[in-house]
């Protein structure tokens, strides 16, 4: 088994769009994919990550908003998950809900280890 980064992007447009309740009856479809995960053992660690943020050049000589991505490309959030092979942690990706509200794509990589 290895260990596998999700990096959700885009989506947000068509999210901000939408009225209180669907927003709602929307995180609650994120919750149940989640909750399935986590209790077959997929799930390690995953949250939404804030709109802003600041971006780190040569060791802090220049700090500047960000990030620039745009909207699409934006990186709205983060899944860790266990599967035994790329193309099973592809195919847990597939039922996303992020494709629900025009999300651009799931990026799948993998976790390497920093022992040699």
């Known amino acids: 088994m290895s260990n596998f980064l999700y990096l959700f992007r885009g989506g947000d447009e068509a999210f901000d769009k939408l009225s209180q309740e669907e927003k709602q009856a929307h995180m609650e479809v994120w919750g149940a994919w ?40 934006m990186v709205g959030g983060y899944l860790i998950v266990s599967a035994k092979d790329y193309d099973e942690a592809v195919e847990i990706s597939k039922g996303c809900p992020i494709f629900d509200y025009e999300g651009s794509f799931v990026e799948v990589r993998e976790i390497l280890s920093m022992e040699h």
Request: aromatic share 2%.
């Open 34 to 73: 989640m909750g399935g995960l986590k209790e077959k053992g997929k799930l390690l660690d995953g949250l939404p990550l804030g709109k802003d943020g600041k971006v780190v050049h040569n060791r802090g000589e220049v700090v500047t908003n960000g990030p620039f991505a745009e909207g699409a490309e």
